[in-house]
């Protein structure tokens, strides 16, 4: 009755258990002890089996030596009954010496009898229960009815704990995915997306080891991103290929791996000895659009069973990293992209606002080499021959260097020197970047070693500064370690060089420009100073001259009365002398007006023939002397002209007075008139010594006189047929002479009809 | 009498001109610079004037557009003596309305010439 009451308690307490989702090894723990009072036996143990291979999974003993525990555990195989194990069937072992295992047992634990009780489910084995009996126990068969009652309440208990830690498991799986997902989403940075994602999957598979390794496509490494649970000695230690160790061959094949007894597996080898032990590990490849980038792997120092369920799971996760690093990859690349057009912008944008030369130099050097993380930069110009590098301006942490780039001012392109055998030189040769990343290994340029050395300098890039074909200069960034340009900072490279380039060559023009400008204006003011003081000093003169003249004259015309014939020709020579000092002033006046611009015309329509003979009235007395005649041949039909009257005169006085001068005695000077197109055609004909014909181009040169005896004895200030060539010329015209040796000379110039004047 | 008024701040050229002038038979009175001339062209009512342009004071320009600006003198006769380059101030005078103008240095005897023209005096 109490026996019978015990049992009923026990049993509710079961079902009561059972009815709270208790966990899986609760209740195994449970079922134990309620298998020893249920059997009114010595100890008991009961063993949940693993559903993919049949073996004990969680184990759990009542009374019995931890000893004992592992020894059933761990020999499951060599003492279970076949009538257990095929059949289902208990069996009942009145003698334990039978078998090693129980013998062993009997001994340590002082039993003599067991009952081994199948624990089924849907006529599957999922457990072994066993109880034990020491010598002092009767009626052992008694016992084995309610020890199989409870066995068979277990089976479905055993199947729904196991079924309700798989759905939470489930659960948990799902919630950390989603946790993944959203976290990864919220952040686009890859160390905490990785992180994220190892969290989760520890927490998840109840390990403490995780790392992400991702191949690194160029050394084939697999380089550790993020880990958790292992020392940064341990990391550091162990290295792996593509293909070396359980990781390896899961980067490899693209294969999920489960090592569940690590230590044993030869794919494992790849562990040092010392290394932080590792008993179970699970790894999944990361695989991004069909290729493998890397691998995510948990694994534990306790020994674990990672199962085939565990490894969908760890696939699933590592479908998430693989897309967290590619987003991240995809970030930072944009985001890189991004930095880019910020340095080309900026870069673009403080050259814009720059003017002078240095300053773009300087700007150029370090915005380049801040921004590429350079220890030193230089910027070097060609000279205009393309032979000579000079620096332009130098970026470095150090003064030191800044003094002997200076001091190194000049350098040479020949091959034959040092500078020729530069990376700079090359570039400009090449007409293309040139990238040194390790200037120690790079036989091209073995002489640069020593400098290199001196320097501190492993890496270094030149890029050429070509503007448009030819290139005007080339920028060195030095860096202090082995860097390999990537092809993004290449192509930034040769978009900086360029937009530096263009700014460069902008501001280099602008600075000839206003170079131009300053001497343009430094001659413009000398010229002007010139055209005043000639202006002033022609007056000054002219005030003089004019009461020398004036009473010259006065005398000379017997105002004062009688001259004695001497007086006369001593005052006529002076009175011809004033003239000519005269003329002279006059005509250096003109032509420094006329050279600084400062000749105003005034333009009215004028009747050449009413001017013509005016000037001729002018200089009637000095043809008279000569005995000169002039003949005047005007067409009909000549228009009006456009000109400036006193200076038209100017013109036609010039020339008919060179005309008279330059003629025989007695001859004829000719003047004639004819409208050719919109022009009208002026031509003075004498009959004179005539020009040579070298020195026709020259006579319109100011202070040029012809080397001819009568033109040396004849008096000239040498600017008359060049202030006369300039007076045409503001007129629109163009003056020229035809001439034969000693045949006279035809001095001809045009002049702008007036249009529709009939008369 | 023939009156005429020579404004020049060179004592030479009066001189020259007040002896050249006088030869002619005409009356010759003279000043140094411009408000003396007006002053005096004011009083005198000379029958021309013969003015310099380069003057200190007041140059012959303005001496010219006060003479015109006057009611008692708008109407005299003036020749300008004048820097021979001097084109844009010659083309102002004539706007100004000027008998003639002499450059310098000059010929006396043109300069009596111009005179007589100006005062409408036949040349014999």
Excluded at chain 1, 405 to 417: H, K, V
Excluded at chain 2, 54 to 75: F, K, Y
Excluded at chain 2, 77 to 101: F, G
Aim: hydrophobic share 45%.
């Amino acid at each position: 009755m109490k026996d019978l009451h015990w049992e009923l308690s026990t049993l509710y307490e079961i079902s009561h258990l059972l009815s709270g989702n208790p966990d899986l090894p609760d209740l195994v723990d449970t079922i134990a002890k309620a298998a020893t009072a249920f059997g009114n036996a010595d100890a008991s143990w009961l063993a949940v089996c693993d559903e993919a291979n049949g073996k004990p999974e969680h184990a759990a003993s009542h009374r019995l030596s931890p000893e004992s525990i592992g020894d059933l555990s761990d020999n499951v195989q060599d003492w279970l009954p076949f009538s257990v194990a095929a059949a289902g069937e208990p069996a009942v072992l009145t003698d334990l010496g039978k078998n090693a295992v129980l013998q062993r047992i009997a001994a340590r634990e002082s039993l003599s009898a067991a009952a081994v009780v199948p624990v089924t489910y849907n006529e599957r084995l999922t457990g072994v229960l066993a109880v034990f009996w020491g010598p002092a126990s009767r009626r052992i068969s008694d016992h084995i009815e309610p020890v199989c009652l409870l066995a068979n309440q277990v089976g479905p208990a055993i199947a729904n704990a196991r079924l309700l830690s798989e759905a939470r498991r489930r659960a948990e799986a799902v919630h950390a995915i989603f946790n993944i997902t959203q976290m990864i989403g919220a952040s686009p940075l890859m160390s905490f997306a990785l992180n994220v994602i190892m969290d989760e999957a520890n927490r998840l598979f109840g390990t403490d080891q995780s790392t992400i390794r991702l191949i690194d496509s160029n050394t084939r490494e697999l380089v550790v991103r993020a880990s958790r649970g292992f020392s940064k000695q341990t990391l550091r230690r162990i290295r792996l290929k593509v293909g070396q160790g359980g990781v390896g061959w899961v980067a490899k094949h693209g294969k999920p791996l489960i090592l569940n007894d690590a230590a044993s597996d030869p794919r494992f080898s790849y562990y040092p000895e010392d290394a932080e032990r590792v008993s179970s590990l699970m790894s999944a490849p990361l695989i991004v659009q069909g290729r493998t980038i890397g691998v995510l792997s948990m694994s534990s120092i306790e020994p674990k069973c990672f199962t085939e369920e565990d490894e969908s799971l760890l696939m699933t996760l590592a479908g998430e990293a693989a897309i967290a690093i590619e987003n991240a990859r995809l970030y930072e690349q944009i985001r890189k992209r991004l930095s880019e057009q910020k340095v080309l912008y900026r870069l673009a944008q403080q050259l814009a606002s720059t003017v002078d030369v240095p300053s773009a130099l300087q700007l150029i050097v370090n915005h380049l080499s801040t921004s590429f993380r350079a220890k030193l930069g230089s910027l070097r110009l060609l000279n205009d021959e393309g032979t000579m590098l000079q620096i332009g301006a130098v970026y470095s942490a150090s003064d030191e260097y800044i003094k002997l780039a200076i001091e190194n001012e000049q350098m040479s392109l020949d091959p034959g020197t040092l500078g020729g055998r530069s990376p700079a030189a090359f570039a400009i040769r090449e007409r293309r970047i040139c990238a040194v990343s390790n200037i120690f290994k790079d036989r091209r340029f073995a002489a640069w070693r020593e400098n290199a050395r001196a320097e501190g300098y492993t890496s270094l890039v030149c890029v050429p500064l070509i503007p448009t074909e030819t290139p005007i200069g080339v920028l060195s960034l030095y860096f202090r370690d082995a860097r390999r340009l990537q092809p993004a900072e290449y192509e930034l490279l040769q978009t900086a060089g360029r937009t530096a380039a263009i700014a460069l060559q902008r501001a280099m023009l602008d600075e000839r420009l206003l170079k131009e400008e300053v001497t343009r204006r430094a001659l413009e003011e000398v010229s002007h100073l010139k055209t005043e003081f000639v202006s002033q000093v022609s007056h000054e003169l002219r005030t003089p001259l004019t009461a020398i003249q004036g009473y010259v004259k006065l005398i000379l015309a017997g105002h004062t009365g009688e001259l004695n014939s001497l007086q006369e020709e001593f005052l006529g020579t002076v009175d011809r002398n004033t003239d000519r000092l005269v003329a002279l002033v006059n005509d250096l006046l003109d032509i420094s007006r006329i050279e600084a611009g400062k000749m105003d015309l005034v333009f009215e329509s004028l009747d050449l023939a009413g001017a013509i003979d005016r000037e001729i009235e002018a200089l009637k007395a000095q043809a008279e002397v000569k005995e000169i005649t002039i003949l005047v041949d005007i067409e009909e039909a000549t228009p009006r002209v456009r000109a400036d009257p006193h200076r038209l005169g100017q013109i036609i006085d010039n020339l008919v007075s060179n005309a008279i001068k330059y003629s025989p005695g007695r001859s004829t000077v000719k003047i004639t008139a004819n409208p050719v197109g919109n022009n009208v055609l002026v031509k003075v004909i004498d009959c004179g010594i005539g020009i040579e014909p070298e020195e026709r181009g020259k006579v319109f040169q100011r202070f040029y006189r012809a080397k001819n005896d009568l033109v040396r004895s004849t008096w000239g200030t040498g600017l008359g047929l060049a202030i006369t060539r300039y007076l045409v010329e503001m007129h629109g015209g163009k003056i020229w002479v035809e001439s034969e040796k000693g045949q006279g000379s035809t001095f001809s110039f045009s002049i702008a009809a007036v249009p529709d004047a009939g008369s | 009498m023939v009156k005429i008024l020579v404004v020049d701040d060179e004592e030479d050229v009066i001189r020259l001109l007040e002896f050249r002038l006088a030869k002619e038979g005409f009356e010759v009175i003279s000043c140094a610079d411009g408000p003396a001339a007006l002053t005096l062209a004011d009083q005198e009512k000379p029958d021309l004037v013969i003015l310099d342009i380069m003057m200190p004071l007041m140059d012959g320009m303005e001496v010219l557009r006060q003479i015109r600006s006057r009611r008692a003198t708008s109407r005299i006769p003036v020749i300008m003596l004048t820097a021979r380059t001097a084109s844009t101030a010659v083309d102002e005078a004539r706007q100004l309305w000027v008998s003639d103008y002499m450059m310098k240095p000059f010929d006396p005897e043109k300069l009596v010439l111009k005179v007589k023209k100006a005062l409408k005096i036949p040349v014999e």
